[in-house]
Every structure is written in structure tokens, then in C-alpha cells.
Antibody, heavy 125, light 107 residues
Framework: EVQLVESGGGLVHPWGALRLSCAAS????????MSWVRQAPGKGLEWVAN????????HYVDSVKGRFTISRDNAKNSLYLQINSLRGEDTAVYYC??????????????????WGQGTTVTVSS | AIQMTQSPSSLSAAVGDSVTITCRAS??????LGWYQQKPGRAPKLLIY???SLQSGVPSRFSGSGSGTDFTLTITSLQPEDFATYYC?????????FGQGTRVEIK
């Protein structure tokens, strides 16, 4: 079964840090781009970061640049998100997702087709 | 950064109705757009990628169209399980960006 399972969320003080993990199973993890997406309470979805299959390319939403680091360990089939200098606005459910690519007419199109159940990060003093 | 604007923000419809949700990009994104469905307390689910390609396993009553800046998601013959929030996502360039969501409620 294709599956993503997040862990590592919790209650953290402002300016604190957390490392989120996402364990992948049932597919060739090393062959896929991976993403983190978050959702603040009662709000919409926000894309956070992407990482290339070999880890050589990373992209972030502007609001987390310099504070969040996406990484992966293909030997362990695991994706990570190191989140530092946490702020209240980082309070959210964090989802990891597989960003698959499909070739159409010589171009590759993305779609986040597998999602974890989410892990909750709460920033509060 | 590309801004994605969805409309309406919410709508009420009855089982069996057809509904259309619109997403507009602040600049051209070719057809690098996906549609996602989210139910309360659940992870999102991919419905459509490349603006109009139906994800495997998604019912054919869902369809997408558009290119450039204007896109639509159409659900024909709404089913009880379709009442949810729908989001568009542009993956044309970074940072990727979602629309604010459209909540589809039961009339």
C-alpha cells in the first residue's frame, strides 16, 4: 500500500524548533519529488516546500525561507522538515505529499497524488 | 509570486446539480494547474492535473478546463460525497500557490 506517515508535531514555544518526519512506503521514494503543505486552523492550504528526488534542488514559499529546511534520506525512505524560529503563524497541520509527474506532449506536469494524514504544530507560549 | 483567485468562495447546491468553480491566475501559467478536494479533518485529494487530466480513480463527473490565466472545475450531477472544499494549485513556477478554496455545501 502506498503510504505517507508524518510525525514530529507538537506544542512548541515561539522561537523554538521542531523536526517533522514523513515515512514513505509502498512506492519508489527515491524516484519522486516530495512536498510539504500546511493548513492553519480554519484556513486554506499553503504550499511550503519541494525537494527533488536526489535532494539537489529545493524550493520554499517566501514566508519560511531561512527558517525551514526540507531534506530527505532516500536510504530510509524519509522526508524531513526542520522548522526553526517558530512563530504563531506557523501553527498548522503539516502534510507531506508525493509530487508525481506525468509526461504530456513532451512536458511534465505535477500533481500531489499521495498525502499523509498530517501532523499538528502548535506555536504558543 | 503568482496569485490564484478562486470564485465563488462558497456555494450551495443540491444532489444532482452541476457546479462550476473558477480559478484565475495573476499571470499566465499555461495549463500547469491542479484541482484538489478536501473534506473536514482529512488530507486533500488530487482530482485533476495539467488543468484537464483526470487523476486515476476519480469519477468522470469531475472535469477541468482552461489555459493561461482562467480555469474551471466542473462537477456534473453532484453526489453526497462531493460536498467538500475545493482548491486550485498552480505548479507553473515557484513558489507554488493555492487558491483560497471554494466550499461546496448542501442546499
Amino acid at each position: 500500500e502506498v503510504q505517507l506517515v508524518e510525525s514530529g508535531g507538537g506544542l512548541v514555544h515561539p522561537w523554538g524548533a521542531l523536526r517533522l518526519s514523513c515515512a514513505a512506503s509502498g512506492f519508489t521514494f527515491s524516484g519522486h519529488w516530495m512536498s510539504w503543505v500546511r493548513q492553519a486552523p480554519g484556513k486554506g492550504l499553503e504550499w511550503v516546500a519541494n525537494i527533488k528526488p536526489d535532494g539537489s534542488e529545493k524550493h520554499y514559499v517566501d514566508s519560511v525561507k531561512g527558517r525551514f529546511t526540507i531534506s530527505r534520506d532516500n536510504a530510509k525512505n524519509s522526508l524531513y522538515l526542520q522548522i526553526n524560529s517558530l512563530r504563531g503563524e506557523d501553527t498548522a497541520v503539516y502534510y507531506c505529499a508525493r509530487a508525481s509527474r506525468w509526461p504530456i506532449s513532451g512536458y511534465f506536469y505535477y500533481g500531489m497524488d499521495v498525502w499523509g494524514q498530517g501532523t499538528t504544530v502548535t506555536v504558543s507560549s | 509570486a503568482i496569485q490564484m483567485t478562486q470564485s465563488p468562495s462558497s456555494l450551495s447546491a443540491a444532489v444532482g446539480d452541476s457546479v462550476t468553480i473558477t480559478c484565475r491566475a495573476s499571470q499566465g501559467i499555461r495549463n500547469d494547474l491542479g484541482w484538489y478536494q478536501q473534506k473536514p479533518g482529512r488530507a486533500p485529494k488530487l482530482l485533476i492535473y495539467a488543468a484537464s487530466s483526470l487523476q486515476s480513480g476519480v469519477p468522470s463527473r469531475f472535469s477541468g478546463s482552461g489555459s493561461g490565466t482562467d480555469f474551471t472545475l466542473t462537477i456534473t450531477s453532484l453526489q453526497p460525497e462531493d460536498f467538500a472544499t475545493y482548491y486550485c494549485l498552480q505548479d507553473y513556477n515557484y513558489p507554488w500557490s493555492f487558491g483560497q478554496g471554494t466550499r461546496v455545501e448542501i442546499k
